[in-house]
């Protein structure tokens, strides 16, 4: 039997495994409606599969949920603007964060690609504990079938802007937007991925998504948060390798290559990037650029001093950018009285 996890694998591939185990391919039919639909988390219990065949699936999974591929709930967090953030653990015992964010009628569920992350952000609390491993596929979507279940709602949209850099994981990234699209009735304009930067990566996305996909139409951010190779450097020590006009050189070959705008994130941190002269900097670094900035006020973790803009000066640097033509918005802040800021939660309860 398979050791490959059920979960993300689409319909014509249900088809064929319940094939491979004797069974007509309708049984594959009703596999998917019970992964995807139902959310099952053991073969077990689908009930509608022959009492024989689930005896078999059982005697092959003693631990009941293996095939699947569904990820264990370790912990809870709610906030009280109704974020819900959750910890799950992996099958090899590590422990990954998810984070459902609701909004009116709009559920945005913030994934992670990897366990840890190597790119080493000063501010970010995850890669202060270094890269473990890659995600799956199966671990990619079950974090939104997960967060459906803990809110009982049908999220509307999915950001890679958990913990890991998703340029890292780009296959299995890939494959999981195909399995949110055509499995879980997604559009790729309502999925976003967010990556720091990776040398010659992102020209590879955008050829790796029109063969995986048939075309690039979900949205590619990419963070800076300095108007400038030196600062960026202090902020990001991976950027030593990437300089800020190499990585917008590439940003405009995927604007190109896609016909898809990029948009860039910007954290603001009180007193360090936040001057009006560094919204001019990156004015005219973006100048000319198809091009959208995120302000995001900083989410302060324990390990660093950084702090908190004031609301008065993310509104200037905003006003800033505005002034000078750069299409702008500042994402509001969730979660805050619950460890907001990714990689927060999951260090917290290693540590307790």
């Known amino acids: 039997m398979s050791s490959t996890p059920l979960l993300g694998l689409g319909l014509a591939e249900l088809e064929d495994w319940a094939r491979t185990q004797g069974q007509p391919a309708f049984r594959g ?3 998917h409606d019970w992964l995807y639909t139902k959310g099952a988390r053991d073969l077990g219990a689908i009930t509608v599969l022959p009492k024989l ?26 906030a009280s603007d109704g974020t819900v953030k959750l910890l799950l653990g992996t099958a090899d015992g590590l422990a990954i964060e998810t984070v459902g ?26 890669g202060k ?3 473990q491993r890659s995600l799956a596929v199966h671990e990619i979507v079950d974090q939104v079938l997960s967060i459906r279940e803990a809110m009982d709602r049908r999220p509307s949209h999915v950001v890679f802007m958990g913990m890991g850099e998703p340029l890292l994981n780009s296959e299995a990234v890939l494959a999981a937007i195909d399995c949110f699209c055509r499995d879980l009735g997604m559009a790729q304009r309502q999925i976003t ?46 950027a030593r390798a990437y300089p800020i006009e190499r990585l917008l050189e590439d940003c405009r070959t ?22 009006p002269a560094q919204a001019d900097a990156l ?9 959208h900035v995120n302000l995001i006020a900083y989410n302060p973790i324990a390990e660093e001093d950084f702090q908190r803009p004031s609301p008065e000066r993310v509104e200037a640097f905003r006003r800033r950018l505005q002034e000078r033509h750069i299409a ?9 009285d619950q460890d907001a800021a990714c990689g927060q939660l999951r260090r917290r309860l290693a540590a307790g």
């Open 29 to 31: 039919r009703q596999l």
């Open 283 to 291: 004015a005219r670094l973006l100048r000319g650029f198809q091009s």
């Open 53 to 78: 065949w689930r005896e078999q699936l059982a005697a092959a999974d003693p631990e009941g949920g293996g095939l699947i591929g569904r990820l264990r709930l370790l912990h809870r967090s709610d």
């Open 101 to 126: 964010i609701p909004s009116g009628d709009r559920l945005t569920v913030c994934v992670s690609s990897q366990v840890g992350c190597p790119m080493a952000c000063r501010f970010c609390a995850t």
């Open 193 to 238: 991925v967010s990556s720091v930067g990776v040398p010659q990566a992102l020209p590879t996305l955008a050829e790796q998504a029109m063969q995986r996909l048939g075309r690039a139409q979900f949205t590619l951010a990419v963070s800076l948060h300095a108007p400038d190779q030196a600062l960026r450097e202090e902020l990001i020590p991976t």
């Open 129 to 131: 504990g270094g890269l």
């Open 254 to 275: 995927y604007v190109a290559l896609t016909g898809r705008r990029v948009s860039f994130e910007y954290i603001l941190l009180g007193g360090v990037n936040d001057h």
């Open 328 to 336: 702008v918005s500042v994402r509001a802040s969730r979660g805050l």
